[in-house]
């Protein structure tokens, strides 16, 4: 059997275009969505139209063949047996490596194909071209996009990607609904069916539960064995323990994510952003030497001040904007956050604090909106061209946000009024029911987004029908039910690409609680690893059931969230350190102590492994160097090639 042989197309894409209204329109004029039609239908994609309630659905797949000249047309750089990644060719096909599933191009490669011979349909004559739809009529420009246009006019609703039915229940089998290996997931599946950036997620969720299983056994025994005359010895050695735990845990994580990007076939280069444009010409896009020779015969001439220029504005933009952000949190989310934990203390009353805090957590919800649309103002000033850098950039400011509203409460019990029974309640309540609710909270919405939405079809559907035969109205199309379902999309807004934002931001927050707080209450990490083995589980639900597809990323790291995750283990050792100093007597009160010498030190101790272990582990596994260094190797002959062509189109020489 050819390996090539193509199986049956599988629908991947769909567009939504409303209902016409049946009005007549001038007769001599073709229909939009008739041309939109006939014209995906030339450029090889297989199309089928299906009816809905209230839209029309237009259903696309596409052979090999087509989505290979499509890749062909864009430059995609794929693995070749020799190691290299180079702009992919049809006819050479077989000189390019396989995907682990046995397909050519991964999910991501195919989304981006089909997006460029969907917004490659132009209008080629010379003259505008006149469309009607119902009695509206559209011109579709010279060399216009025909899918701008119909969007832009309201004739396209949507373009997004549709779910693999079989694939789908597959995985549905294997991973979401599979309860016998608590941390086991399919991640090459994952990979190939939704993307790089949601599989090094899911891969580091899996980590992470995994590691958490050592100090939670330590938590566990620290809770059911007295130590008796060492009990003073038994919460520093197991503070000792954890953040030795943190820093070989990300060391260990940075050695799994090269080895994944290795198996997927995915080079690790710098990423793109501020900077990344040299004198106009954007170092990281795809082209032929001859191309790349002959402009950078045309843009090495530009002067380098206006680069320079340009980045040190963006730097005093970023620091402009950063100081906004911390002066905003100090201003006015602290009074408010203080304000909110003293009348949590002073008030007596359960039921008049269950009101305050739900008051309290509808008010912070809605500043927080309000700090994210702020945030991603500022970041389109800052001349960061790169989306992953604008969002990594929007992160950070979020985060600032977040930590304050998490974090400041229980600071505030912490060091004022030093009850470690008060903290235990504190971290409890947000460990256990906040985290609780946020996964009903999580999980509910897209249901009911999804319900409400359906309900709306089949009511607006029932009105039109009136006076016609009863019959009952439902949604029974697969691609309707996709298109009702809520985009994977961040809840604070949609300047962040999808709802990676809040899965790795319930897991920062989760790490810092456990970490900064883990001497007054070492079970904390029992109840990390129940709640990310539900997390696992529900996540995935979430994605196979109820989200449209996501869009594939191409991030191949965790990004500005490893920084973050470094950050709370610095803030770790600090806080710690403060509650070993304020050692509990019989009543539970704390007080001061002759050891604060030696918790110093214990500190300065940790400190050093922080930075200094953390060079123990080496990043790249040496297999990975190994297979980088042959495949460097190998690539020489194909690098004479390159120059050759070079010097046959020949840059003059520029004076330094």
């Excluded at 029309?56 to 797949?61: M, P, R, S, V």
């Excluded at 709802?499 to 927050?509: H, Q």
Aim: aromatic letters at 12%.
């Amino acid at each position: 059997m050819n390996e090539h042989e193509e199986e049956p197309p599988v629908f991947e894409i769909a567009l939504v275009c409303p209902k016409r209204a049946g009005k007549q329109g001038d007769e001599s004029l073709c229909d939009a969505v008739e041309v939109l039609v006939d014209e995906l239908k030339k450029t090889g994609l297989l199309v089928e139209r299906v009816p809905g309630l209230g839209d029309e659905f237009i259903k696309l797949a596409a052979s090999l063949e087509t989505l290979g000249k499509a890749a062909v047309d864009l430059r995609i750089r794929k693995r070749t047996h020799i190691g290299m990644d180079l702009a992919f060719e049809w006819d050479q096909m077989k000189a390019f490596v396989l995907q682990n599933d046995g397909s050519l191009f991964s999910w991501c490669e195919r989304y981006h194909c089909y997006r460029h011979l969907l917004y490659g349909i132009v209008n080629k004559s010379e003259s505008a071209r006149a469309l009607k739809c119902d009695s509206k009529k559209i011109y579709w420009q010279p060399w216009e996009p025909l899918l701008q246009r119909l969007e832009k006019d309201g004739i396209l609703k949507q373009v997004f990607p549709l779910h693999d039915e079989r694939k789908r229940k597959e995985m549905l089998r294997s991973w979401a609904l599979n309860w016998w290996d608590f941390t086991r997931q399919p991640i090459d599946d994952i990979y190939q069916y939704f993307g790089t950036k949601i599989a090094i997620y899911f891969a580091f969720l899996g980590m992470y539960t995994r590691w958490l299983l050592f100090p939670a056994g330590l938590g566990i025994i620290l809770q059911l064995i007295d130590f008796r005359s060492l009990q003073f010895l038994a919460l520093p050695f197991f503070f000792l323990s954890i953040i030795s735990w943190a820093v070989f845990m990300f060391q260990f994580w940075k050695r799994k994510n090269f080895a994944l990007l290795t198996r997927w076939k995915i080079s690790y280069t710098v990423g793109t952003g501020p900077g990344y444009k040299i004198l106009g010409m954007d170092l990281n896009s795809q082209q032929h030497p001859e191309e790349l020779t002959k402009k950078l015969e045309t843009e090495i001439v530009k002067e380098k001040e206006a680069y320079q220029r340009d980045e040190w504005l963006g730097q005093l933009k970023r620091i402009r904007n950063d100081v906004i952000i911390v002066l905003t949190i100090i201003f006015l989310q602290l009074p408010f956050e203080l304000a909110y934990a003293h009348l949590y203390e002073v008030i007596e009353s359960d039921i008049i604090k269950f009101g305050l805090t739900a008051v309290y957590l509808l008010i912070i919800q809605y500043f927080t909106r309000i700090g994210g649309k702020i945030s991603a103002d500022l970041i389109k000033n800052e001349n960061i061209e790169c989306t992953e850098y604008q969002a990594d950039s929007l992160i950070y400011k979020l985060f600032g946000l977040y930590f304050m509203q998490t974090y400041i409460g229980v600071f505030y019990h912490a060091l004022l009024h030093r009850n470690i029974m008060t903290l235990r309640k504190v971290l409890i309540q947000r460990l256990i029911v906040s985290e609780v609710f946020e996964n009903l909270l999580e999980n509910s919405l897209p249901y009911l987004k999804y319900s409400y939405k359906k309900h709306r079809a089949v009511r607006s559907k029932k009105n039109q029908e009136k006076g016609s035969p009863r019959g009952k109205v439902k949604v029974t199309t697969r691609v309707e039910k996709e298109y009702l379902k809520p985009p994977y999309s961040a809840s604070i807004g949609g300047e962040l690409h999808d709802g990676l934002f809040d899965d790795f931001l319930e897991l920062t927050l989760q790490f810092g609680m456990i970490m900064m707080f883990a001497c007054a209450f070492p079970l904390t990490f029992l109840f990390a690893v129940v709640n990310n083995i539900m997390e696992m589980r529900t996540d995935a639900l979430k994605l196979l059931v109820m989200h449209r597809r996501p869009v594939p990323r191409a991030a191949a790291t965790i990004g500005a969230w490893l920084n973050i995750f470094q950050f709370l283990i610095v803030m770790s050792i600090c806080t710690n350190c403060v509650l070993l100093v304020c050692l509990y007597d019989a009543e539970g009160k704390w007080k001061l102590e002759p050891g604060l010498a030696a918790i110093l030190v214990m500190e300065h101790i940790l400190l050093l492994i922080k930075f200094g272990f953390s060079r123990f582990v080496p990043e790249e596994p040496a297999w990975v160097r190994a297979n980088r260094v042959k495949n460097t190797t190998n690539a020489q002959i194909v690098s004479k090639e390159v120059l050759r062509t070079i010097s046959s189109v020949g840059i003059a020489p520029q004076e330094q």
